[in-house]
């Protein structure tokens, strides 16, 4: 049975909604993934370029694509928020069930050209770095599919901290998103992008970031390390965690 809790913004929580997903049509995976990537100001276009291009490299990866089909269902399912301002709309690809080479593939493809206009220019970003209104906006997809997974991990990559405007609309930053997390069974994973503005950003990330048994960081020294942290990231989060 899923729970979906809505925040009120203060960090009281309150069940708006209780439900349970029939099992009969719920389609059962090792994990539901949500690939949650900065699209925010702070990010060029070269920048979120390399952030698709090593995202959609690693699902090419031999070992990862092991990993996808080598748990008891032997498939996961995967999505894309891209999150930027809070107050700003949140970008989504909807649900990819990968469970073989071609569906892995098509996935990777559909990465590659994920928010990309038709002359392959960076579609709509900018704004502040509203991180915990991007992982509420995952917790939400994952909440409102019609999946059951085994595990359910929302994976954030970015290269800034949280930012909260005095006139931006109040929102969900990450104290509420963690707890979000919690109540729904949740875990936060952390890929921080270090650059010379934010050097440690691998700490903050740890401290304010991640949650969840088992949550982890693997930081990118910076943008041009990003192909291979993920990468490595990916492999961690998807293959079976030995009890």
Same mark, same amino acid.
């Given at each position: ?36 990537? $900065?699209?925010?100001?702070? #990010? ?8 698709? %291009?090593? &995202? !959609? @490299? ?41 469970? $073989?080479?071609?569906?892995? #593939? ?8 994920? %928010?990309? &206009? !038709? @002359? ?124």
């Amino acid at each position: 049975m899923k729970l979906f809790v809505r925040p009120c913004y203060g960090a009281v929580f309150y069940l708006t909604a209780l439900f349970s997903i029939n099992s009969a049509s719920a389609q059962d995976v090792d994990l539901e993934l949500v690939l949650a990537m $900065d699209a925010s100001g702070s #990010i060029s276009e070269h920048e979120y370029m390399l952030q698709l %291009n090593g &995202t !959609a @490299d690693a699902f090419l990866d031999s070992n990862i694509q092991a990993a996808i089909t080598s748990g008891p269902r032997g498939k996961i399912a995967v999505a894309i928020v891209l999150w930027s301002d809070a107050a700003f709309p949140k970008a989504n690809s909807g649900w990819h069930i990968l469970d $073989d080479e071609a569906s892995i #593939i098509a996935f990777s493809n559909l990465v590659r050209k994920f %928010n990309l &206009t !038709a @002359d392959n220019k960076m579609g709509a970003n900018g704004g502040g770095t509203g991180i915990g209104a991007g992982v509420a906006e995952a917790i939400r997809l994952i909440r409102e599919n019609n999946l059951n997974g085994e595990r359910m991990v929302v994976d954030v990559s970015g290269d800034g901290i949280e930012t909260d405007f005095w006139f931006t609309r109040k929102t969900i930053m990450m104290p509420d998103a963690k707890l979000l997390a919690e109540i729904n069974n949740v875990t936060i994973n952390g890929l921080p992008i270090l650059t010379r503005d934010h050097p440690d950003l691998d700490q903050y990330y740890r401290e304010n970031v991640i949650f969840g048994p088992g949550a982890f960081i693997e930081k990118a020294t910076d943008f041009d390390d990003f192909s291979r942290a993920i990468r490595r990231k990916l492999f961690r989060e998807i293959a079976q965690p030995i009890g």
